[in-house]
């Protein structure tokens, strides 16, 4: 049978099945099977005959779904938020992953455009972080407590403080994506442009090895900005590229899916500013093994999450289709 027939001839099925799935709609338990079953035995299909196509990827994406749609109704007498955290998001973000590379290499060139303008032009540092900052770290430096700013105020107020603050960004990283994705690309580049000034005015002061204090949170905040930018562009770029969508409707999955991606975020954000509020001010008085632990556990926790799990998940979910 042509692709095109094959379309045609379940078009309207899988149309019912997407409309429900994506509008929450209670689908009886033997209906919900039905569908899920005639589905994979499309998928199957498409798989064999199609391979590489858009029907598959198509399919592919509403399999998915409906898999995770029947998993949370099995387990409804369960913690609805663990079972977000642990399957409903990392099989949902494994689409977006491209889109997650896309977003940290904006960020990366953004870091090096910091770090090689403030290594060429010294004042270049203070036009990106602000004289105020700059004078203040500089006599920090030369009291020999580089790090000092991290040591004020109680911990349990810069906890607060800092964590507010940094779902407040990465809040206005995602909504900015409403410019067409350029709003976040803004974003990123600050930011990004912020630490590449940071760094290098620290190697400038030939203290580069100090900022792994900073690293202590930093790791989780940076690398959740950079997430929270990503949901920015998932929103953006759908209006930009609707595929098969009209752009309205492109647009509410877009701005839905975002969503989500920034709400996954939370609780790192929680983390980093517990980290920030609680361990950074204790930095310099660490053993380095313990320092560069909390660092390296802290990084992979952020790659485990978003880039290894999501992977592993999606592939089981494969197997599990073509029983």
């Given at each position: 049978m042509r692709e095109a027939s094959f379309v045609k001839q379940n078009k309207e099925k899988w149309m019912?099945?997407?409309?429900?799935?994506?509008?929450?709609?209670?689908?009886n338990p033997d209906d919900l099977a039905s569908y899920y079953i005639h589905l994979?035995?499309?998928?199957?299909?498409?798989?064999?005959?199609?391979?590489?196509?858009?029907?598959?990827?198509?399919?592919?994406?509403?399999?998915?779904?409906?898999?995770q749609k029947i998993y949370i109704t099995k387990r409804e007498s369960k913690n609805k938020l663990i079972s977000f955290w642990k399957y409903e998001f990392p099989l949902f973000f494994k689409?977006?992953?491209?889109?997650?590379?896309?977003?940290?290499?904006?960020?990366?060139?953004?870091?090096?455009?910091?770090?090689?303008?403030?290594?060429?032009?010294?004042?270049?540092v203070r036009l990106i972080l602000g004289d105020g900052y700059v004078n203040m770290t500089i006599e920090n430096i030369e009291k020999g407590e580089p790090?000092?700013?991290?040591?004020?105020?109680?911990?349990?107020?810069?906890?607060?403080?800092?964590?507010?603050n940094n779902i407040r960004v990465g809040?206005?990283?995602?909504?900015f994506g409403v410019l067409f994705s350029v709003g976040t690309i803004y974003i990123l580049f600050s930011n990004g442009i912020m630490l590449g000034a940071f760094i290098s005015f620290f190697y400038n002061y030939g203290i580069l090895e100090k900022t792994s204090t900073i690293w202590l949170h930093?790791?989780?905040?940076?690398?959740?900005?950079?997430?929270?930018?990503?949901?920015?562009?998932v929103m953006g770029n759908s209006f930009l590229f609707p595929k098969t969508y009209s752009r309205r409707v492109a647009f509410t999955k877009?701005?839905?899916?975002?969503?989500?991606?920034?709400?996954?975020?939370?609780?790192?954000?929680?983390?980093?500013?517990?980290?920030?509020?609680?361990?950074?001010?204790?930095?310099?008085?660490?053993?380095?093994?313990?320092s560069y632990g909390i660092i390296g556990c802290s990084l992979y926790l952020i790659i485990f999450y978003y880039v290894i799990y999501p992977i592993k998940l999606n592939n089981t979910h494969q197997s599990e289709l073509k029983k």
């Open positions: 019912v099945f997407e409309s429900a799935l994506h509008n929450n709609a209670k689908i994979t035995n499309d998928l199957a299909y498409a798989q064999t005959y199609y391979p590489e196509s858009k029907t598959l990827l198509y399919l592919n994406s509403l399999a998915s779904e409906a898999h689409s977006y992953q491209k889109t997650l590379l896309y977003t940290f290499l904006i960020f990366m060139v953004a870091v090096s455009i910091g770090a090689i303008s403030t290594l060429n032009d010294d004042s270049f790090m000092a700013v991290y040591k004020s105020g109680s911990s349990i107020g810069s906890f607060l403080g800092i964590t507010i809040i206005i990283a995602f909504a930093g790791t989780i905040e940076i690398s959740v900005i950079v997430i929270a930018g990503c949901a920015g562009l877009g701005a839905k899916d975002g969503l989500k991606i920034v709400v996954s975020t939370i609780p790192f954000f929680i983390i980093a500013g517990f980290i920030e509020g609680f361990i950074t001010r204790y930095g310099e008085q660490m053993p380095w093994i313990l």
